[in-house]
């Protein structure tokens, strides 16, 4: 079975115990294993050598009874049909966790932007955003930044959008740059709330933060804040890496360094001559480690060997299910991606109704308010592992599904 395919069935089979659980019937799961819209579209692109190279893109909505859809676009040579599927329906649960009116979407472009120039890039997020026009949209499904998409593709798509509708449309996405309608906080947000649960899991255990050993895998927006805040609370960053390899000092890394020597897709290792594989990163000696990469990264060949008390995933699907059963086996504290990675769509969320309000917060206001619905999403999540004696992640579907399940019962679908 492909990895996408596996995380797309693993999905579904902890949305059934979850659901289960809750006591809804299986009907209820026919209607949740899979997204209810999936569009597939193909996008001419003019290359810059005056070729026109023609991409595949996808939008798929998880489901829409609690409100609008809500998730990113990524951009990666990796992307599939089934990978964004399963994505969408992580979105759904994020939301449901951080109890935001929103269901999951997540739309992806199988393209490297690596290699295309800013026009390319261009005319490709303008090309999508003419391809998928009919089904989203302010208050059907809003898109937002995810792997390898920023704020300068959300302005281009914002206004490829707003032309087509012939109105100024800022609701209709989110991560825009702040001139445009774009939130303050918006850009540290993931970061802001992957450290906000990784405070609270310390709590839990019993940890400061202050000279705990922390490991970051992946330097792109996650991680390279996080390393930021993590380091200013005083933590020692023993080992981070990027797609090319990866980073230690026992004695923590010179974070400030390394964030000024990265490039803007989060390349810094390819700098230096002693690097260690992302495999030796996870069997490095720390108390908490922090998957910021990409999906299958903690397996059943590495989890055993994983030296840390906590892992908080800042990634989407970082660990397998083999792997999340040996993790708490083992008692370590897993703090699965669907909470710790909502600091994003919770941000985007205070975005857009700032857009539908016409009215701007202060970063301060904006951060005060993630703090809180993060703090409650984690002990909300917590308390259920404990009461219901099941682990973090079938606990975060469990709170993730509520909403949904129940809105959709309540419209009568089932
Ligand atoms: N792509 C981010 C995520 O996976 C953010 C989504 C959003 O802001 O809507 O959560």
Redesign the pocket.
Known sequence: MSENLNLFTSTQDVIKEALTKLGFEEEMYELLKEPIRMLTVRIPVRMDDGKVKVFTGYRAQHNDAVGPT???V?FHPEVDEVEVKA?SM??SI?CGIVNLPYGGG?GGIICDPRTMSMGEVERLSRGYVRAISQVVGPTKD?????VYTNSQIMAWMMDEYSSIRENDSPGFI??KPIVLGGSQGREKA?AQGVTICIEEAAKKRGLELKDTRIVIQGFGNAGSFLSKFLYDAGAKIVGISDAYGALHDPDGLDIDYLLDRRDSFGTVTTLFENTITNKELFELDCDIIVPAAVSNQITAENAPNIKASIVVEAA?GPTTAEATKILTDRGILLVPDVLA??G??T??YFEWVQNNQGYYWSEEEVNEKLLEKLVSAFNNVYDTAQNRRVDMRLAAYMVGMRNMAEASKFRGWV
């Open positions: 809500k998730g990113g990524r994505l992580w979105m994020k997540k809003i898109p937002a930044p995810d989110t991560g993931t989407n990675s909502a994003g769509v941000v985007s």
